[in-house]
T-cell receptor, first 109, second 114 residues
Framework: KNEVEQSPQNLTAQEGEFITINCSYS?????LHWLQQHPGGGIVSLFM???GKKKHGRLIATINIQEKHSSLHITASHPRDSAVYIC???????????FGKGTLLTVNP | DTAVSQTPKYLVTQMGNDKSIKCEQN?????MYWYKQDSKKFLKIMFS???????INETVPNRFSPKSPDKAHLNLHINSLELGDSAVYFC?????????????FGAGSRLTVL
């Protein structure tokens, strides 16, 4: 079992829909990252959080440390949001970053 | 100006060859990383350097040797390339290695071993 599990693996939505991607992890962490990888391959860091909630534009990330769970929400989704979203956790013990397998989001116009 | 730049972007080579991928960051970050993304798009840490010192070294064949001449550069040298080395290699940097700061990624270097 991977230390970081994401769900769903694939998600197709219509433009305007509210999107939720989930991430569960099994180790003690110092931080959790949400990354976005576009079809062109580049990776962009969306959020880094260790508690609570962060918001950037239409993106919201939340984390519940007790439950070892994080969610990434996209409001009013748009075709340009189509990408792979990757959750990654940094271990508290060795600072190693472990990645989930990613969620492929496709937003149709 | 590109914050984390990797060269080359594409590399096609024969089995058995030796090749290098270079990475430079102009962000003044202390920590640099190499990640490998396989054909299933799964990312995995290979190495991490903090101020030129190796701090993370995952189970990577010793054909892979990172070199950090200064804290702005982390190069990856691969000896005796094998088919399984074909992947996209991402360099990244952060202000520190303890997870308190976001990561900035390079654009990736796609290595194809024939």
């Amino acid at each position: 079992k991977n230390e970081v599990e994401q769900s769903p693996q694939n998600l197709t939505a219509q433009e305007g829909e509210f999107i939720t991607i989930n991430c569960s992890y099994s180790v003690g962490i110092s931080a959790l990252h949400w990354l976005q990888q576009h079809p062109g391959g580049g990776i962009v860091s969306l959020f880094m959080l260790s508690s609570g909630k962060k918001k950037h534009g239409r993106l919201i990330a939340t984390i519940n440390i007790q439950e070892k769970h994080s969610s990434l929400h996209i409001t009013a989704s748009h075709p340009r949001d189509s990408a792979v979203y990757i959750c990654a956790v940094r271990s508290r013990s060795n600072y190693k970053l472990t990645f989930g397998k990613g969620t492929l989001l496709t937003v149709n116009p | 100006d590109t914050a984390v730049s990797q060269t080359p972007k594409y590399l096609v080579t024969q089995m058995g060859n030796d090749k290098s991928i270079k990475c430079e960051q102009n962000l003044g970050h202390d920590t640099m990383y190499w990640y490998k993304q396989d054909s299933k798009k799964f990312l995995k840490i290979m190495f991490s350097y903090n101020n030129k010192e190796l701090i993370i070294n995952e189970t990577v064949p010793n054909r892979f040797s990172p070199k950090s001449p200064d804290k702005a550069h982390l190069n990856l040298h691969i000896n005796s390339l094998e088919l399984g080395d074909s992947a996209v290699y991402f360099c990244a940097s952060s202000q520190d290695g303890a997870g308190a700061n976001v990561l900035t990624f390079g654009a990736g270097s796609r290595l194809t071993v024939l």
